[in-house]
């Protein structure tokens, strides 16, 4: 799969309708695939933290999830969030062979969310669930549960350092770090309405409806900087006549 890149960290080029493709295939190949959603809080932490960086990099899909990261991105890529690919995997749950084991989140919000996901996919294979507090025998019941996909929704970097560290053990063949996903579909936490999103705008949605993520506004503003600051060192190459990312730039 080809990746393009912002700021050095890759985001994978894959159409959704594909995406779903691959993880039909890995489930009947008995293979194994971690996905990471790239929204760019998650891109500042790696340039600035090696430890993140090294995380990160060790996963196989890197899902462009937010749009500032598509936007940036040095080559055109969809967007595709990790909520999205979510509820897509539950609603082809039978025509892909999803059998889905729910990590993270409260008691009440792990439980509502599968409760609300299964009214409107009936035919969605809940394998077990563990939530994200009293987990202490998880891997045990990830285990015996018999899931081949396993969303875990514990946040940023919980999931992913879970991911790297233990995700091959489960035995799962597709493992996606998902955020607050669940609390969404529990309807704990509203998601931006479509224009929104289309328009760009989810993060300060999620910001008015959860004012402690303005702490994150300085990482957003870091993003923008970075991004910046690169575009100008292309340009300034451009002009010094090593022509790299021109057609980027047309
Ligand atoms: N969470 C959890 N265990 C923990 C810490 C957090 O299960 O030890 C859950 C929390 O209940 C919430 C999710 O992880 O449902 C984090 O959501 P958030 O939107 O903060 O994640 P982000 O997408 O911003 O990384």
Redesign the pocket.
Known sequence: MKNTTVLGVPLSMIKRRELLETIEDTIRRNRCISLVAINARKIVRMVHEPDMKQIIMGFDIFLADGSSVVKAADSVVERITGIDLMEDICRCSKEIGARIFFY???EE?NQEARKRLKKLYPDMTVAGYC???EDADVMDKIQRSGANVLFI????P?QEEWIMKHGKETGVNILLGV??A??VFAGQVRRAPVFLQKAGLEWLYRMICEPKRFKQIPELLEFRRLVKKEKKQELQKINGGKICKAKKLQ
């Open positions: 993270g989140a409260s919000s939530n994200g507090y929704a514990k946040g940023t919980l955020g607050g669940f609390d």
